[in-house]
């Protein structure tokens, strides 16, 4: 969620969507540390090595990884949703040794995804959607990464060049709620910015930041429902995404518009910084960016998954 406050430029970003990665893009974390071990740094080298992993051909069954809760429940269990809009598994009950939060989980890496795909292929009970409460995806990463102007068509709405480098920039771990939870209207803004962005979540270790204040308000990082791994996207770079305010569609867009694909920005970023399992990569929104108001409802969806938020006083 985007604001223009405090005397700022206008910032105008980052109200999100959901979460696409897994166990590969682990994978390729570590794949790429070696080459940049190796290479000194050399980002062509390690941008082509991303590359070349490539995104498979043939997804799998959609796993839906989620963090819920649920009054018979104590504290926050993992799940996978059936579907979208589906009921949810509890996968510490058919797995009690498992984590209970997503960063954790992550951490395991292979261990932990096996079980969640034995999970997925079982006939298990399916606790009913409206007797849980779905938290973020991911709670309380080590960062929470985003790239400014990386849309080509929200460049040339707003009549500015195509940047050349990725536009890094931050937002605080304190911004992110819940993919249903209100968003609260700070008193020091004077305008709010909807946007919706694919999201991508670190799965391993890895290394080789402003626009700052007016992004990262408490509960402006709404992330989820879900977290998808990288096996069921045949190519997040040809996913449509799309925002409502109160139903009507004010933002609709594709993400092969980006200008620095997903490979790219995590090659750029590892130069600088390490990654840990669980950190968000935010990759920009598309054009159309026009204020909000208390009371509006925010629905965001891309290709088999949706989430929406109110924003309050």
Not at 41 to 47: A, D, E, I, K, Q
Not at 108 to 122: F, K, N, Y
Not at 190 to 202: N, R, S
Not at 223 to 248: F, M, W
Request: with cysteine.
């Amino acid at each position: 969620m985007g604001q223009r406050a405090l005397g700022y430029i206008p910032l105008g970003i980052s109200g999100i969507l959901m979460m696409a990665l897994g166990s590969s893009v682990s994978w390729i974390l570590h794949f790429s540390l070696q080459a940049l071990m190796l290479v000194s740094g050399r980002r062509r080298l390690l941008t082509a090595l991303l590359q070349a992993q490539k995104w498979p051909f043939q997804p799998s069954r959609d796993m839906r990884l989620v963090q819920f809760w649920a009054p018979h429940l104590v504290g926050p269990h993992l799940g996978l949703e059936t579907g979208n809009g589906g009921g949810i598994i509890n996968l510490n009950a058919f797995d009690p040794t498992l984590p209970k939060t997503m960063t954790q989980f992550l951490e395991q890496g292979e261990a932990t995804l096996s079980v969640a795909r034995r999970a997925l292929a079982a006939q298990l009970p399916v606790l009913p959607r409206s007797e849980v409460t779905f938290l973020a995806p991911v709670t309380r990463p080590d960062k929470v990464v985003c790239v400014g102007m990386n849309y080509v068509d929200h460049c040339k709405e707003q009549n500015v060049p195509v940047p050349k480098e990725p536009i890094i920039f931050s937002k605080f771990a304190s911004s992110i709620v819940g993919p249903y939870d209100e968003v609260v209207l700070p008193p020091q803004s004077q305008e709010v910015d909807w946007e919706v962005e694919l999201a991508v979540v670190i799965g391993k270790k890895g290394k080789h930041i402003k626009w700052l204040l007016g992004k990262t308000f408490d509960t402006f990082c709404p992330l989820g429902p879900a977290l998808v791994t990288k096996d069921s996207v045949a190519d997040p770079h040809n996913l449509k995404i799309c925002c409502r305010v109160n139903g009507e569609v004010v933002q609709s867009s594709t993400t092969n518009q980006m200008v620095f694909k997903t490979e790219d920005l995590i090659a750029w970023v590892s130069q600088f910084v390490t990654f840990y399992p669980g950190d968000v990569n935010l990759t920009w929104t598309p054009p159309t960016q026009v204020s909000v108001y208390s009371g509006n409802l925010l629905s965001f969806s891309r290709r088999g998954m949706k989430s929406s938020v109110r924003l309050k006083n």
